[in-house]
T-cell receptor, first 115, second 115 residues
Framework: DQQVKQNSPSLSVQEGRISILNCDYT??????FLWYKKYPAEGPTFLIS?????DKNEDGRFTVFLNKSAKHLSLHIVPSQPGDSAVYFC??????????????FGQGTILTVHP | GAGVSQSPSNKVTEKGKDVELRCDPI?????LYWYRQSLGQGLEFLIY????????KSGLPSDRFSAERTGGSVSTLTIQRTQQEDSAVYLC?????????????FGEGSWLTVV
């Protein structure tokens, strides 16, 4: 029962172009969503988050969009840089519940940005 | 230390042996989490400690898995009678509190290989 899905295992983008990473979820109790970035042999690093009361959150080159009716969110990276090459995980939680830190993660998408 | 510290970073053990994995959260963080990532999979929630509250153990895959957190700081994840399917990266994370917006910081993980 995969409640958070990242259907694209990998994405290849040219430097300077936009990277769009997608994530779908099934659990309607999820109300807070996060994106993490992971380099090999390192722990995941928090990137950006969004609450279900919003449909967009922007932080520098990173923007997360949330479409609640479609149970879909996406991470846009503009412009993409070679240093952005990593595995990106989408995660979701029920922030209003008692286990905020109980994140449900997708399988990850490997982003490769070519110079 | 400045970040979440985990030890050992790598562990190879024989099937049937017990292993202990240690986590030192960021100083002052009251919430501590254990996740694991098996090969090709997303991160899977295992257990969550928040202050003096009873831990959320709902993610532990079997009764061979247990965890404790002494003095509200250091945590140990114990796997008894290890099986080959226990091979994974075990990630510890911590946050200042469990409230919305509190960033969850991950350690680099303990790579466990059961042979």
């Amino acid at each position: 029962d995969q409640q958070v899905k990242q259907n694209s295992p990998s994405l290849s983008v040219q430097e300077g172009r936009i990277s769009i990473l997608n994530c779908d979820y099934t659990n309607s109790m999820f109300d807070y969503f996060l994106w993490y970035k992971k380099y090999p042999a390192e722990g995941p690093t928090f990137l950006i988050s969004i609450s279900s009361i919003k449909d967009k959150n922007e932080d520098g080159r990173f923007t997360v969009f949330l479409n609640k009716s479609a149970k879909h969110l996406s991470l846009h990276i503009v412009p993409s840089q070679p240093g952005d090459s990593a595995v990106y995980f989408c995660a979701a939680t029920n922030a209003g519940g008692t286990s905020y830190g109980k994140l449900t993660f997708g399988q990850g998408t490997i982003l490769t940005v070519h110079p | 230390g400045a970040g979440v510290s985990q030890s050992p970073s790598n562990k190879v053990t024989e099937k049937g042996k017990d292993v202990e994995l240690r986590c030192d959260p960021i100083s002052g963080h009251t919430a501590l989490y254990w996740y694991r990532q098996s090969l090709g999979q997303g991160l899977e929630f295992l257990i969550y400690f928040q202050g003096n509250s009873a831990p959320d153990k709902s993610g532990l895959p079997s009764d061979r898995f247990s965890a404790e957190r002494t003095g509200g700081s250091v945590s140990t994840l114990t796997i008894q009678r290890t099986q080959q399917e226990d091979s994974a990266v075990y990630l510890c994370a911590s946050s200042f509190d469990r409230g919305l917006g509190n960033t969850i910081y991950f350690g680099e993980g303990s790579w466990l290989t059961v042979v």
